[in-house]
């Protein structure tokens, strides 16, 4: 029931693979929070689609991420019961402890959802919008990441780490630039 997967979607673990922009991964991302909202009820207090997919236009590895706001990320066993049966697997990110981090592989390993769950205004929420935002309202913005992103995915084609490390500055500067046009307050 809960692994139907758009075969739009999935890439190998270590792969670095950029595909052009799918109208269709809009429908995969309503169908994924339907499937969410299902599992998670009260919990959700709002879920967003992020990341590359969600930016027309954009290339994109194809992998949907999702970033849903709870009240508490406090005990992570009230998430990762419910969200099992889909799919996903994780839970605590050291990294990260700001969110609860979560895939959704295919049986055969490929990774296709990648899932946020934090508190609505955390710097994982504020961050992941943030940045999604100031892409599609700047094409210019928009148009040097996918250049960089095509870059990178040639260099570091089966270093999917590096490739990550290689967008660092240019997603900070992007999240600074975005955070200046907010209004005070």
Not at 106 to 134: A, I, K, Q
Not at 146 to 164: V, W
């Amino acid at each position: 029931m809960g692994r139907e997967v758009s075969p739009l979607l999935g890439l190998e673990r270590t792969v670095v693979r950029l595909v052009p922009y799918q109208p269709a991964w809009r429908e995969c991302f309503e169908e994924e929070a339907r499937r969410l909202r299902a599992a998670l009820g009260g919990h959700m207090i709002a879920i967003e689609h992020v990341g590359s997919t969600a930016i027309e236009g954009m290339g994109a590895k194809p992998v949907l991420d999702i970033v849903v706001a709870v009240g508490s990320i406090a005990d992570a066993a009230i998430f990762e019961q419910p969200l099992a049966p889909l799919g996903y697997e994780g839970g605590r990110d050291p990294e990260a402890p700001e969110r609860l981090y979560f895939v959704k592989r295919t049986p055969d390993g490929r990774s296709t959802h990648h899932l946020n769950l934090t508190e609505m205004g955390s710097e994982c929420w504020v961050s992941h919008v943030r940045f999604r935002d100031y892409l599609r309202s700047h094409p210019e913005a928009r148009a040097e990441y996918q250049e960089l992103k095509a870059e990178l995915a040639r260099k570091f084609a089966d270093q999917r780490r590096a490739y990550t490390d290689g967008k660092a500055e240019f997603i900070k500067r992007i999240l600074n630039l975005g955070r200046s046009e907010e209004p005070p307050g």
